[in-house]
């Protein structure tokens, strides 16, 4: 899948006020000089869950076919799952999605330290708190409905 195409670089995090609690996912993508933000809370949700929330929305709003994609993230679950083949034990309806995604892709994970200064990584961070902390939150589904079967 080559593309003559500059590569995407899509940085993530997602967060949540208490695990569970209120979550929130940020997004930023940029491409040469364009760049786009992302964000969205639940009621509530795990951070885990939000972490790989951030990187479904993000590869969603990419509309070019097999583009190079060189993902930024602070989450061990979700860059070691991909990377090192973790075992998918749980936010099996959000795997689901990842993999239907992936495939469009040429998909490169980075793994950053979080609160670190990192400028784009920062920024999702205040996007995914920004939106867990509006009122009115809808529900994460998946979770609430796993969560009440417990």
Known sequence: MATNRPPIYLYTDGAASGNPGPGGYGVVLRCGEAAKELSGGYRRTTNN??????????????????AEVHVFSDSTYVVKTVTEGWKRKKNQDLWAQFDALAGRFQLQFHWIKGHAGHPENE??????VAAYSLPGLPPDEEYERIETTL
């Open 123 to 128: 920024r999702c961070d205040r996007l995914a």
């Open 49 to 66: 869950r939000m972490e790989l929330l951030a990187v479904i929305r993000g590869l969603e709003a990419i509309r070019w076919q097999g």
